[in-house]
């Protein structure tokens, strides 16, 4: 342990991804002193971090546009239109709306965020361990290169995607990948240039491509149907989703195991690319940090969302948010249903569901919010990510004045702009 001092705080949040970003920034506009904890030297999670350039969740899926997440998420929007990008929505294959980004935009805009909020933003810092009083989370211990610091809170949330203050505050888990348990694939989203200007991604020929490759290859590629591919605003360059693999997502040696095949697939699958009339100098620009992890492991909640609300599209009047992208299960690389949500288009998310069982101040956002294996598809994805992200941190924030209520709780977020009615 290092001399640095400790430091206090109302609010703690680990994770500067969608959930992290706006549960700190929600804590924050209460008057809680908040701070944030991410791992990267940048905001954004998945979208900054593993190329994942869509946000989905926005909105409810149909003919019309119907907005489903409000509040800080439309904030976020609001400012990256504000430095030049479009956040007009567009249609996927899959019949819904998803909005199109790009990396170093979502960096900037995460920045701008949090600065106009005053939260304290520890770059490039881990959590590595938890002081418990009880049932309760006194400190956590953070760690950067320079050695390891304790932040100590009323409260704290677990916006990390993977458990991880979940994990060292010893909450049970209901999914867990080191236990054997079945998770969701990743998948590595790889960026395109040197494609012809106004030529388009022709599946039907892709896919077509890939099954001629399939029939003597040692590897067959997944995605026998060529992946989804986007042409991206502003840049023009495509960005092409079709590697899956299992990984378990949380040991070093599995995860870059699973990165060091995605790269090999990236460049292999470009040489089929290259086949495509106009995109015969394609070229890969990037692909992320880390490969794009669906689930790891995800801590038991007091109260999950369900595959079944959602099916019903199930209103409540505890409801903290809007649940509206289909349940996108993948279960295994490569194979992926869609079940749509009934009732309106939306189900409300309930309270429990960010709230960790057997821990008095820990609230969970994002990845971790509770849900069950099919309702999971749904609640993870990064614009509903914004919507619980910004309910944890209220949570969390009333917590501390005892005044976490159902009904305090949802007056401070419409006061807050977010969609719960």
């Excluded at 502003?234 to 960005?239: C, E, K, Q, T």
């Excluded at 070229?283 to 995800?298: F, L, M």
Aim: aromatic content about 6%.
């Amino acid at each position: 342990m290092s001399d640095r001092r400790a430091e206090r705080y109302d609010v703690v949040v680990v994770g500067g991804g969608a959930a992290g970003m706006s549960a700190a920034v929600a804590a924050a506009r209460t008057g809680a002193k908040t701070a944030l904890i991410e791992r990267y030297g940048f905001l954004g999670g998945a979208a900054s971090n593993s190329l994942v350039l869509a946000y989905c969740g926005f909105f409810q899926k149909g003919e019309r546009q119907v907005t489903a997440v409000r509040g800080i998420g439309e904030h976020f929007l609001n400012i990256l239109g504000d430095i030049g990008q479009d956040v007009s929505p567009l249609l996927s294959p899959s019949g819904n709306r998803i909005i199109l980004l790009d990396p170093e935009a979502v960096k900037f805009a995460g920045d701008r965020l949090l600065e106009q909020a005053n939260v304290s933003v520890f770059l490039h810092s881990r959590v590595t361990g938890a002081t418990m009083e009880g049932d309760r989370i006194s400190s956590v211990t953070v760690t950067d290169h320079g050695g390891s610091f304790e932040l100590s809170a009323d409260a704290f949330v677990d916006a990390s995607g993977e458990a991880t203050l979940s994990a060292l505050a010893g909450v049970e888990m209901t999914a867990d990948s080191l236990m054997g348990q079945h998770v969701q694939p990743a998948s590595m989203p790889v960026r395109i240039g040197g494609v012809a200007p106004g030529i388009g991604f022709d599946r039907e020929r892709v896919a077509a491509i890939i099954a001629e490759h399939n029939k003597t290859a040692d590897k067959p590629i997944q995605r026998a149907d060529g992946g989804i591919m986007f042409r991206l605003p502003i840049s023009n360059d495509y960005w092409w989703m079709a590697i899956d693999l299992a990984t378990d997502g949380l040991t070093g040696a599995d995860l870059g195991a699973a990165e060091r095949q995605a790269r090999w697939e990236a460049w292999r699958n470009l040489g089929l690319l290259r086949q495509l009339p106009g995109f015969e100098t394609a070229y890969i620009i990037s692909t992320g940090p880390q490969i794009g992890i669906r689930e790891t492991r995800r801590p038991r909640s007091r109260e999950d969302l369900t595959g079944e609300a959602l099916q019903q599209g199930l209103q409540r009047e505890d409801g903290i948010g809007r649940a509206a992208w289909p349940m996108e299960v993948h279960e295994a690389p490569g194979k992926v249903r869609f079940i749509d949500i009934g009732g309106e288009g939306f189900a409300d998310i309930p309270p429990g569901a960010l709230q960790a069982a057997g821990r008095d101040n820990l609230f969970l956002a994002g990845r971790v919010a509770g849900a069950d294996a099919v309702a999971y598809g749904s609640s993870r994805v990064m614009g509903t990510a914004f919507c619980t992200g910004q309910a944890a941190g209220v949570l969390a924030a009333l917590n501390i004045a005892g005044k976490a209520n159902i009904a305090a709780v949802r007056r401070e977020l419409v006061s807050q702009g977010a969609l719960i009615c």
